[in-house]
């Protein structure tokens, strides 16, 4: 019987090839798109499933009563180990993530990201699997230091590394004292080498809030129950005045205390800070929608091709066949055709992955063992519901119709099964309308983003990495030195890098009329302004005198100003947290300008010049803004100064126009997915249209004829033809406007800054569809109306 069932459904296949070519290339490509998003889906969720003791894991911060701050205090780790019963085991770390760290042995050099400087308990909290030397012993001195076995073969290739020196950034020395694997799996840490400072209790204070604290507990416990046992502890010890007990702390409105994540859901679920599951979100939304695209093309086919069947089916039903057998037949041919399609869509997907990798930035791999069982598990789910979607219908209307009224042709000539051809060729082109909306939307929105002014001029600026000793003590002398070569024409600094992937978000309390104010605190130099071309509003920039290089003085921007309240510079005065008797005179207004992209609003910012008042700032970079016509020369020359300038450092450096672009990368990544994602769907809505087009105009041949006979014209005859077509595909597009409307007003809400939603975006959208539609239905129904009459009456 199964045998039969396939002879039957090959040879249908093979007598409608071009249908069937449609059918399964069109479900082939949704599939594709669908598999593609299914493994960066798997690939996203996998982060931190490495080892089953992560779920035992938690990161721990300090929320005050506004915010929670990016580090935490350098005690917090071994106070909570020591007062907290549920913690097994806890350890202090600060991570360079992606910030490249000089390592030397002997003459090589390499820069290494993924650094983390640690105390002891490393090792106890994240279970790394050590290769070589003793976990527990590893980290127990100071200079000690783990290396992944990547990073191994970078420094010393095939040799032993295992207590040999590595210099850390020319500044300390540490011994290899272990080599570690890194994990199969991603990682919200990127881990590649693991060290102890040499002076360790240095920064042990409470004041120091430049690490990050995690914790593993000794059992798995829900995060409520771990943040509520941690913070009452912490409540108690630490902020606890007077008699108040921490529920009336709590219930008096207060928010200070610990703030508990697990560590699985770090990377996708954060409960504070920025999540990259969004992104996915909207892929595998995409990807649903291109797939659900692919299937309405092959029921509408399925259903149409199946009216011309019905006599076969009334034949089959006269000679004896069930409804069953029948469902069967073509619940088979279903099956047959989308597994056709998924062979060709992994094809596809072998083919697109390494195009995907490359814009992702990722290694996916479709045959990777370790997900191999997963996805074959989806995939078949995938299948079997697309089967049972694009098959069920067309196979329980065939097998349940008349067998006297088929055989009559009732079935084959009349207007059964058209409600369910005309909503499925609606809903596809509703699809096609969405997609070419967003294209639309998000091109418009990523060309705001680009044209938009970001209050400054990123033109030929230089960004330069450089040594805490450069930007510190000698960088008025590395500033002459740079200005000396032709083409500088301003060199300055500042802690917070206009387009840096990482910035520093932090705000403080700082004080303003007896109010407290948070706002972002920048380290800069005199010229920092005139670098960037930023304008200034009111009062005056930095000048060169005392108290505006000691931090006596301060520029403030214009959100800073609109939170202040402050009209005009000149009399006002703000102190610093924690330091009321140093006050601070606002002495300038400068235009806001953007630091981290239009995703974000421009933080109230506070510029001061100098680091010898009230709080100690680092990091950033130097800024060289050059003006030449040889910038190939200028570059040159500046890394010839580099060398004198920093010797043990290789010079690193880029530019802020570059910078700023990478900030828009994932946007970028965006519109061209959901392009592709739109001519293909436009792609399959149209080969359906034209075969489903051509089959109904075929089966009107006869008629056609009659009413040219009796006088039709060809225009007359294509507008009868093609009208209940046209009607349908401009319902599609007008449906498509309010769920393209909420859509891109959700995807828009997560900008700061954004375009406006207008109406001629969708009115732009639905006149291509229908366009689209009328070249192809046109097209058909010309053709049909212009036939030789005679000969379409002799048409059977």
């Known amino acids: 019987m199964l045998k039969n069932y396939f002879r039957i459904a090959r040879r249908n296949l093979w007598k409608n090839k071009a249908y069937s070519f449609i059918n399964i290339t069109g479900l082939a490509v949704g599939l594709a798109g669908f598999i593609l998003l299914l493994l960066y889906l798997n690939h996203e969720l996998s982060y931190d499933t490495w080892d089953p003791s992560l779920k035992r894991v938690y990161k721990i911060s300090v929320q005050t009563e506004d915010d929670i701050p990016d580090g935490t205090p350098g005690p917090l780790a071994d106070f909570l ?20 760290v000089l390592l030397q042995t002997g003459d090589k050099k390499i820069y290494q990201t993924g650094t983390v400087e640690a105390d002891s308990n490393f090792f106890k909290v994240f279970p790394y699997r050590i290769v070589q030397g003793n976990a527990a012993t590893a980290l127990t001195k100071p200079n000690a230091m783990v290396l992944s076995t990547a990073v191994a073969k970078k420094l010393f290739g095939d040799a032993p590394a295992v207590g040999k020196m590595v210099r850390v950034y020319d500044a300390f020395d540490c011994e290899v004292t272990a080599l570690m694997e890194t994990p199969d799996k991603p990682s919200y840490l990127d881990v590649q080498l693991v060290y102890r400072p040499p002076y360790p209790e240095s920064n042990y204070h409470w004041n120091n809030w430049s690490y990050d604290t995690y914790i593993k507990t000794g059992r798995i416990m829900p995060l409520a129950q771990v943040e509520r046992e941690l913070d009452r502890i912490y409540y108690a010890e630490r902020l606890k005045k007077g008699e108040q007990s921490w529920e009336e702390f709590h219930a008096a409105g207060h928010r200070a205390g610990l703030f508990a994540e697990a560590m699985p859901q770090l990377h996708n679920f954060p409960r504070h800070g920025k999540s990259n599951f969004a992104t996915v979100s909207v892929l595998l939304a995409l990807a649903g929608l291109l797939l659900f695209a692919g299937v309405i093309n092959f029921s509408n086919l399925s259903v149409a091709a199946g009216m011309r069947r019905a006599k076969e089916v009334g034949v089959r039903k006269s000679l004896g066949s069930g409804k069953r057998s029948l469902l069967f ?54 299948l079997l519901t697309v089967i049972l979607l694009s098959g069920l219908y067309p196979g329980i209307f065939l097998s349940r119709c008349n067998t006297v009224s088929v055989l009559k042709g009732s079935y084959s000539s009349g207007k059964s099964g058209t409600r369910l051809r005309n909503a499925l060729v609606m809903l596809q082109f509703v699809v096609s309308a969405f997609f070419i909306t967003g294209t639309l939307i998000v091109s418009r929105q990523l060309n705001f983003m680009q044209t938009k002014d970001k209050g400054f001029s990123a033109e030929q600026v230089m960004r330069l990495q450089a040594t805490q000793q450069t930007r510190e003590a000698d960088f008025e002398q590395v500033r002459n030195s740079l200005l000396a070569i032709p083409g500088v024409r301003e060199v300055s600094k500042t802690t917070v890098v206009p387009g840096d992937l990482l910035l520093d978000t932090s705000t403080f309390a700082f004080k303003y009329q007896g109010e407290s104010i948070r706002m972002a605190s920048v380290k800069v130099s005199e010229g920092y302004f005139n670098t960037l071309s930023i304008d200034l509003l009111k009062g005056r920039l930095f000048e060169d005198n005392y108290a505006d290089k000691h931090t006596r003085t301060a520029v403030i921007n214009e959100a800073a100003a609109r939170r202040m309240n402050l009209q005009e510079p000149g009399e006002a005065y703000i102190t610093f947290p924690y330091c009321d008797t140093v006050p601070v005179k606002i002495i300038g207004i ?38 030449t016509n040889d910038l190939q020369e200028s570059i040159a020359s500046i890394e010839a100064a580099w060398k004198k300038i920093e010797p043990a450092f290789p010079i690193r450096y880029s ?69 209940d077509f046209l009607l349908l595909v401009m319902a599609g597009a007008a449906l498509a406007v309010p769920l393209t409307w909420w859509a891109a007003g959700r995807w828009l809400n997560g900008f700061a800054y954004r375009m406006e939603l207008e109406w001629w975006l969708f009115a732009l959208s639905g006149l291509l569809i229908v366009l689209l539609a009328l070249l192809l239905v046109g097209f058909q129904s010309v053709k049909a109306a212009m036939m030789n009459p005679v000969k379409s009456l002799r048409i059977e």
């Open 590 to 627: 400068v235009k806001d300008f953007q630091v981290a992209g239009f995703k974000e609003q421009v933080l109230p910012s506070v510029f001061t010049v100098g680091n010898e008042a009230c709080m100690y700032q680092s990091g950033g970079a130097i800024l060289v803004k050059l003006h």
């Open 81 to 100: 180990h020591e007062k907290a019963a549920l913690v097994d085991a806890a350890t202090r770390m600060s991570a360079a993530g992606d910030f490249e």
């Open 329 to 382: 037949q073509f619940m088979g041919e279903t099956a047959l055709q989308c597994f056709l399609s998924l062979v060709l869509a992994i094809l596809l997907v072998t083919v697109l992955l390494p195009v995907f990798n490359r814009e992702f930035g990722i290694s996916l791999n479709f045959l990777d063992g370790k997900n191999a069982l997963l996805l074959t598990v989806q995939i078949i789910v995938c």
């Open 655 to 723: 530019f802020l126009d570059s910078n700023f672009e990478r900030l828009l990368t994932s946007y970028t990544r965006l519109q061209k997915i959901i392009s592709f994602f739109s001519l293909t769907a436009i792609a399959i809505a149209a080969m359906g249209l034209f075969a489903l087009t051509t089959f109904l105009v075929g089966r009107r041949t006869k008629e056609i004829g009659i009413r040219k006979v009796l006088g039709a014209g060809t225009a007359e005859l294509g507008l009868l033809l093609s009208k």
